[in-house]
């Protein structure tokens, strides 16, 4: 299978083969803008972008027909029609006249809270989360992911403050297929690119002296019962390890969920 480069459709943060994003459709009419064009199948989480009735701003509206609040006077919007399993395409995802939620170490991330430069957050202190991940060493500061935070909301809740090109730049991309959810990571305090999910033989040849099994380990999280049932070739067992590449130095981190 090809990957999105190698069919000269640029989505930087998706350096996998176009099997692994969710929804994609080779062929298919865009709802959005009429042309034969590759692109996804709508879904729910997605969101279209459409003029408000009050201000005439555009904002994103959820694509399910569900009520939302405008960005920018707040009123209370809606797309009038439902486009879930409709085909939307590859440019207009890129440009943003769709842009679909992502779910991050960071909390969720809609088209919405990408304009407003926030996630939804998490729970405080984020339970999965390494110490590492969310707390700044030698400062009193919390982090998620490495990005300052709110404070805690009356939940005990804070969201990530992420400047808005950033996470618009993620809401613009693919989704990747997963069996329990994805979970976009950041290094370098940007979004991470997409590699794909691996098997022994891929963790093997980007390790240091080929030692795959301490990437696995160190970059993933896997545990050693974790990696013994990784298969050589991703997809051929019950455990897939997804992994990202920083695209300024290279790093590799990864999450992993089992069938
Ligand atoms: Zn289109
Ligand atoms: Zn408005
Ligand atoms: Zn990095």
Known sequence: MPTFADLEIDFPLFGADVSEASGWQPHGVCEICSQQRSGFEIGMGDYVESPCATCEAVTPMPANNHP??????????????????????WRCLRSGRWASTK???AGAVTPVHALLGRTHGLPFPPGALADTAWRDTGSNHPTLAGWPVTDPNEDGWR????????????VRSPTYITWQGEQWLFHC???MKY????????????APNRDGRSLAL???????DAWQDLSDSAGECAVLAYMFECLDCRAHRGHWDID
Do not use: M, Y
Not at 68 to 78: G, H, R, S, Y
Not at 159 to 166: C, D, G, N, T
Not at 195 to 206: H, N, R, T, V
């Open 189 to 191: 305090r940007r979004p």
């Open 159 to 170: 969201a990530a403050i992420i400047p808005s090109k950033v996470l618009v730049e993620l």
């Open 68 to 89: 939302a609040e405008c960005v920018q006077c707040q009123a209370e919007v809606q797309l009038l029609r439902d486009l879930t399993g409709s085909h939307g395409c």
């Open 103 to 105: 779910d991050t170490e």
């Open 218 to 224: 160190s970059s993933a999280g896997l545990h050693e």
């Open 195 to 206: 590699a794909g999910p691996w098997g022994k033989l891929e963790f093997d040849a980007a």
